[in-house]
């Protein structure tokens, strides 16, 4: 199987290579930082996989244009879409700098690797497309506004795919992750509800994505919660998430 996942030299990216290193698997990961994803490329080969790296910024479009154009001559079965920042939590402006990375790598980053993928997914009418969003994009809260709008378009964008791509033979599914231990969230000064460990977020997501799952919100507990928050009037849904500690978040 030929996988590309981005974000590859840390976090979850990084887990999840590892998690695909086995004989037979041929992977393609993505990231900024070359001696990090060096070092996970060696691992990885250790664990019998055929690796190549692309040292590459995902703000940088033009150059993911061009990389996506190249990963399309030959047949993708699945790519893993990971990259993602966040600027932290605070209860002040987010200055349009801190907005605008956040839209450039967490969404736009995306169409601009995929723009030549796409029509060679449906020439070959098969592969798979996995979103990695966040719990963070079913509710904003008032600390993480920027980073909730920005998964929220790209809730948006991968179910537009869904429907645009299923009679091409190809799955999209969008997995959306509640706080897992990685490099992201342990900036974070608060308790974090229902935080998983790397392993198991990791087992989670190459679970569901064995399963083909569309739309998959995890931990369920946290989703839940969530979901019936949602489903209050707003006049209570404010009044709860006005009594919540900023600093807490979701």
């Not at 969530?226 to 209050?232: N, P, Q, T």
Request: hydrophobic share 45%.
């Amino acid at each position: 199987m030929r996988i590309v996942i981005t974000g590859a030299s840390s976090g979850l990216g990084k887990h999840l290579a590892l998690g695909y290193a086995s004989i037979g698997n041929e992977l393609i990961l993505l990231a900024r930082r070359g001696e990090k994803l060096k070092e996970v490329a060696t691992q990885c080969r250790v664990r019998g996989a055929k690796v190549e790296t692309i040292v590459s910024d995902v703000n940088d479009f033009e150059t993911m244009k061009t990389i996506g154009s190249q990963l399309a001559q030959t047949p993708i079965d699945r790519i893993i879409l990971n990259a993602g920042i966040s600027v932290g939590h605070s209860g002040g402006v987010t200055p349009f700098e801190d907005f605008h990375r956040l839209f450039q790598t967490n969404f736009l980053s995306v169409h601009a690797l995929l723009e030549a993928i796409i029509p060679k997914m449906i020439e070959q009418k098969s592969g798979e497309i996995v979103f990695i969003s966040s719990l963070a994009s079913l509710i904003s809260m008032p600390t993480s506004i920027a980073y909730s709008s920005s998964k929220r378009a790209l809730n948006a964008y991968a179910e537009g795919l869904r429907y645009q791509l299923k009679p091409h033979g190809i799955d999209v599914m969008n997995i959306l992750p509640g706080f897992i231990d990685s490099e992201m969230t342990q900036k974070n000064k608060f308790k974090m509800p229902f935080i998983l460990s790397t392993d198991i977020g990791v087992k989670r997501i190459m679970k569901a994505i064995a399963k083909k799952k569309r739309f998959h919100p995890f931990p369920l507990r946290f989703y839940v919660i969530i979901k019936m928050l949602l489903l209050l009037p707003q006049f209570l849904r404010d009044r709860i998430v006005n009594l919540t500690n900023f600093k807490k978040g979701i």
